[in-house]
């Protein structure tokens, strides 16, 4: 679905990632950990066309990006949900409109998936806050609403960068539940984490690869994790 082969990003003149292969695969679930600074967020945005490599070959969807023109790239990325660590609402909208906003972008209406819609904010357990603002929300409640809002066009790929970050524990683990509901329906998911105690933890309930960005390249961590 997105492979990575011998891909490298410079950035400000210096390389940030080195020689990276990676084949994220229909249905895997895969943890991303690594120092903060180490190119982790980097690695995310070129796993969705974000950034394009400055080196080495992108395939999304079984496309090279680099043959693709800007269209058909975004057409692409619709197929990719993103969970991105810094939660960026609308804070004039509400919660319910803030999650439907992508079928709005893509010409659907929202009132046409009004169904789904109320079914999804159940799912993500904001039933209850659906008419809320996001100035109102909880770190936890805007975590939730981002990743129903990364899931509103059924992705086959969904990406979450940092996304216990901000919230605790207890969060975190619920969080986590749903993101492996998601890949026991199918979904392909990538996890940019550093909490390697949330790591121990989902692997008890999913088989994941655990994936460390180190020295620019990407290591298959050990057991130890």
């Keep these: 679905m997105i492979e990575l082969e011998n891909v490298a990003y410079s950035y400000g003149g210096g390389e940030l990632l080195s020689d990276i292969t990676l084949k994220l695969a229909p249905g895997s679930f895969h943890f991303l950990t690594g120092p903060s600074g180490a190119g982790k967020t980097t690695l995310m945005k070129l796993c ?5 490599p400055t080196a080495g070959q992108l395939t999304l969807f079984g496309a090279d990006v680099r043959s ?9 990325r619709r197929r990719v949900g993103v969970v991105h660590q810094d939660v960026q609402f609308l804070d004039h909208l509400d919660v319910t409109a803030n999650i439907a906003l992508p079928l709005t972008v893509s010409g659907r209406h929202a009132e046409a998936a009004g169904e789904d819609l109320g079914e999804l904010i159940s799912w993500v357990g904001l039933k209850h ?3 809320a603002l996001p100035p109102e929300l909880s770190g ?4 939730r609403a981002a990743l129903a809002r ?3 066009m059924s992705p086959d790929v969904v990406l979450a960068d940092e ?7 207890e969060m975190s683990q619920r969080l986590l539940r749903l993101l492996v509901e998601l890949n026991r329906m199918g979904k392909t998911v990538l996890i940019a ?3 390697l105690g949330l790591i121990r933890a989902t692997k008890a309930q ?5 994936l460390r960005i180190a020295n620019r390249r990407i290591q298959l961590a050990g057991a130890d994790l």
């Design 68 to 76: 693709l023109a800007r269209d058909d790239v975004a057409m692409l």
């Design 206 to 210: 999913v088989q994941a690869r655990v």
């Design 129 to 131: 806050r659906a008419a």
């Design 193 to 195: 984490t550093h909490d």
């Design 163 to 169: 996304p216990t970050g901000n919230v605790d524990w």
């Design 140 to 143: 936890g409640e805007r975590q």
């Design 150 to 152: 990364a899931v509103i």
């Design 48 to 52: 969705y066309g974000a950034l394009l």
